[in-house]
């Protein structure tokens, strides 16, 4: 009897519940979802195109500085037509993630150690932001130095530009992990290693995530900036033939390389946006969408 | 319905504090949290802890749990278990399913993988949330959640459990069922000889009357103990019984003199 009277109060419950947890609205399709996410990209694009083209036929600079879009997007069909555009590719990313690769190891490791030492945190906490305000090409003549014009110099930079915003992202995760968590972790039975395994490094994720964002950002701009001043013989990357475009004069291909920069950089953000959406998503911190 | 004697003997207590202080900074500016604070809790006894806000209520579990160490004086937990400790908040781990955040006591203790499954199988179970175990916590109501820490202290095994203000935060039509679930569990846990030890804190002095087989007044600003009655009502209970209103009308007189006391 009385465990009938309780059966039916948590109905009820979950009566009130389930009213309380009617957070789940319907979703739109995905075409239209998708839609409705591009257009406005797409009409941006076209205006700046529109803009372009307005400022080409109004003669503001010269046909030889400032080509026509219809031009670069021919220039750019024919480049993607030969070999040389997936061949500076196929250099310019492997660069991208030997240098990034390397920054993330670093960073993390050292991210690591601050967030936990004490000593550490006070010698170098304050160095690692200052690194970070550094720009990286400030680095190149140093680099090039020490290493002369070759890869290093190149990888060098590439990994000092990202490592400090990684390394940040792993000290601001650990740092603002709810305390409250971490007591809940000690009580279950989590110590040293194993708080860290189960609550500290998962509770510290969104923030080590935007760390790997911006730290790409930073690798990204690094290596441009040493593909145009650190030039090796026989290496045709990116921006290698961004810098022999400008130096033949060859405007369209100028924009075509910038056009392939700027798409490379978008797509690989696009992927951390993904991965910060779908941890965000897990832990319910998106209110809609 | 436990027939504990008035004074329970330190030797066979499931918590036994004595003399326990509790001091936050040193100088000038220490604060005494608790002082010389001695309560002995018998196996399978339900104990609240009521004191106005500021009292050290939940410095005391902290210490209990071994989260925080004693400035002075000694806590003894039977058999050196490792309480089992439940915030106002669910403190669950939003980065699991509520499956998950059962299973992290488990695996901590070691547990095989198939032993952990039917743990948490059972356990969720036991809290009336069988089929939520894919759930996010962020899906779930508060009184869901509530419930769902309740099943990962549990999973700890742990003879003892410290529950500071555990149902604080929630609605009081879910808080009366919880009270229910609550006292079934205990008085279940206690009929099958593996008594479950419980000291709970609470502001609110008719969730004690409701809950406990003893109240402990707790003076504010430093805690000390000033007050303690048993509750010798039959149970289940009900928070709308008169047995319970007449206690909880007298602890609230206690506590009305102690606050008076402070001038506020």
């Given at each position: 009897?009385?465990?009938d009277?309780?059966?039916?109060?948590?109905?009820?419950?979950?009566?009130?519940?389930?009213?309380?947890?009617?957070?789940?609205?319907?979703l739109?399709?995905?075409?239209?979802?998708?839609?409705?996410?591009?257009?406005?990209?797409?009409?941006?694009?076209?205006?700046?195109?529109?803009?372009?083209?307005?400022?080409?036929?109004?003669?503001?600079k010269?046909?030889?500085?400032?080509?026509?879009?219809?031009?670069?997007?021919?220039?750019?069909?024919?480049w993607?037509?030969?070999?040389?555009?997936?061949?500076?590719?196929?250099?310019?990313?492997?660069?991208?993630?030997?240098?990034?690769g390397a920054?993330?190891?670093?960073?993390?490791?050292?991210?690591s150690?601050?967030?936990?030492i004490k000593?550490?945190?006070?010698?170098l906490?304050s160095?690692?932001?200052?690194?970070?305000?550094m720009?990286?090409?400030a680095?190149?003549?140093?680099?090039?130095l020490?290493?002369?014009?070759?890869e290093?110099?190149?990888?060098?930079?590439?990994?000092?530009?990202?490592?400090?915003?990684?390394?940040?992202?792993?000290?601001?995760?650990?740092?603002?992990?709810?305390?409250?968590?971490?007591?809940?972790?000690?009580?279950?039975?989590?110590r040293?290693?194993?708080?860290?395994?189960?609550?500290?490094?998962?509770?510290?994720?969104?923030?080590?995530?935007a760390?790997?964002k911006?730290?790409?950002?930073?690798?990204?701009?690094?290596?441009?900036?040493?593909?145009?001043?650190?030039?090796?013989?026989?290496?045709t990357?990116?921006?290698?033939?961004?810098t022999?475009?400008?130096?033949?004069s060859?405007?369209?291909?100028?924009?075509?390389?910038?056009?392939?920069?700027?798409?490379?950089?978008?797509?690989?953000?696009?992927?951390?946006?993904?991965?910060?959406?779908?941890?965000?998503?897990?832990?319910?911190l998106?209110?809609?969408? | 319905?436990?027939?504990?004697?008035?004074?329970?003997e330190?030797?066979?207590?499931?918590?036994?504090?004595?003399?326990?202080?509790?001091v936050y900074?040193?100088g000038?500016?220490?604060?005494?949290?608790?002082?010389?604070?001695?309560?002995?809790?018998a196996?399978?006894?339900?104990?609240?802890l009521?004191?106005?806000?500021?009292?050290?209520?939940?410095?005391?579990?902290?210490?209990?749990?071994g989260?925080?160490?004693v400035s002075?004086?000694?806590?003894r937990?039977?058999?050196?278990?490792?309480?089992?400790?439940?915030?106002?908040?669910?403190?669950?781990f939003?980065?699991?399913?509520?499956g998950?955040?059962?299973?992290?006591p488990?695996?901590l203790?070691?547990?095989?993988?198939?032993?952990?499954?039917?743990?948490?199988?059972?356990?969720?179970?036991?809290?009336?949330l069988?089929?939520?175990?894919?759930?996010?916590p962020?899906?779930?109501?508060?009184?869901?959640?509530?419930?769902?820490?309740?099943?990962?202290?549990?999973?700890?095994?742990?003879?003892?459990?410290?529950m500071?203000?555990?149902?604080?935060?929630?609605?009081?039509?879910?808080?009366?069922?919880?009270?229910?679930?609550l006292?079934?569990?205990?008085t279940?846990?206690?009929?099958?000889?593996?008594?479950?030890?419980?000291?709970?804190?609470?502001?609110?002095?008719?969730?004690?009357?409701?809950?406990s087989?003893?109240?402990?007044?707790l003076?504010?600003r430093?805690?000390?103990?000033?007050?303690?009655?048993?509750?010798?009502?039959a149970?289940?209970?009900?928070?709308?019984?008169?047995?319970?209103?007449?206690?909880?009308?007298?602890v609230?007189?206690?506590?009305?003199?102690?606050?008076?006391?402070h001038?506020?």
């Amino acid at each position: 009897m009385a465990t009938d009277n309780l059966v039916a109060q948590n109905e009820t419950i979950s009566g009130l519940d389930a009213l309380e947890n009617a957070s789940q609205q319907k979703l739109p399709g995905r075409a239209s979802r998708i839609w409705s996410l591009t257009w406005p990209k797409l009409t941006a694009l076209a205006f700046v195109v529109a803009i372009w083209q307005v400022l080409v036929w109004a003669e503001w600079k010269p046909e030889y500085a400032l080509p026509a879009p219809l031009t670069v997007a021919q220039d750019l069909w024919s480049w993607a037509g030969t070999s040389a555009l997936w061949e500076g590719l196929l250099i310019t990313l492997r660069r991208a993630a030997y240098g990034f690769g390397a920054a993330v190891v670093v960073g993390l490791l050292l991210g690591s150690a601050v967030a936990r030492i004490k000593v550490l945190r006070a010698a170098l906490g304050s160095m690692i932001t200052a690194l970070q305000t550094m720009p990286s090409i400030a680095w190149f003549p140093l680099a090039i130095l020490l290493f002369q014009l070759n890869e290093q110099a190149i990888f060098f930079v590439v990994v000092l530009g990202a490592a400090p915003s990684i390394a940040n992202g792993v000290i601001h995760g650990v740092d603002y992990v709810p305390p409250l968590l971490v007591r809940a972790g000690r009580n279950l039975g989590a110590r040293g290693f194993s708080l860290y395994r189960y609550v500290i490094a998962p509770a510290a994720l969104p923030a080590i995530v935007a760390g790997l964002k911006q730290g790409w950002a930073f690798a990204w701009r690094s290596l441009m900036a040493g593909e145009l001043l650190v030039i090796i013989a026989k290496s045709t990357s990116i921006g290698v033939q961004l810098t022999y475009a400008r130096e033949l004069s060859d405007a369209p291909r100028v924009i075509s390389v910038m056009i392939v920069i700027l798409i490379l950089g978008l797509l690989v953000d696009l992927l951390f946006t993904k991965a910060d959406h779908a941890i965000r998503r897990r832990w319910g911190l998106l209110d809609r969408d | 319905m436990t027939s504990t004697t008035t004074t329970p003997e330190s030797a066979t207590a499931a918590v036994a504090l004595s003399g326990v202080t509790k001091v936050y900074g040193r100088g000038a500016d220490a604060v005494v949290a608790l002082d010389r604070v001695s309560l002995d809790v018998a196996p399978g006894e339900f104990v609240c802890l009521v004191g106005a806000s500021g009292c050290g209520k939940s410095t005391l579990l902290n210490l209990v749990a071994g989260l925080d160490t004693v400035s002075g004086g000694g806590i003894r937990v039977a058999g050196d278990a490792r309480p089992g400790l439940m915030f106002q908040e669910p403190a669950l781990f939003p980065w699991l399913t509520v499956g998950a955040n059962v299973e992290v006591p488990l695996k901590l203790r070691g547990l095989a993988s198939a032993e952990r499954k039917a743990r948490v199988a059972e356990l969720l179970d036991t809290v009336h949330l069988r089929d939520f175990g894919h759930r996010r916590p962020h899906e779930l109501s508060g009184g869901m959640r509530q419930r769902v820490a309740l099943a990962r202290t549990l999973a700890l095994d742990t003879p003892v459990l410290l529950m500071d203000e555990p149902f604080g935060a929630l609605d009081a039509m879910t808080r009366d069922v919880l009270h229910d679930e609550l006292e079934r569990l205990w008085t279940t846990r206690n009929a099958t000889g593996r008594p479950l030890t419980v000291l709970f804190v609470t502001h609110n002095v008719r969730e004690a009357a409701r809950l406990s087989d003893r109240i402990v007044l707790l003076s504010s600003r430093p805690g000390r103990v000033i007050y303690e009655t048993r509750v010798d009502i039959a149970r289940p209970r009900r928070i709308d019984s008169t047995e319970v209103a007449t206690v909880a009308a007298e602890v609230t007189d206690r506590l009305r003199a102690e606050v008076g006391r402070h001038g506020h």
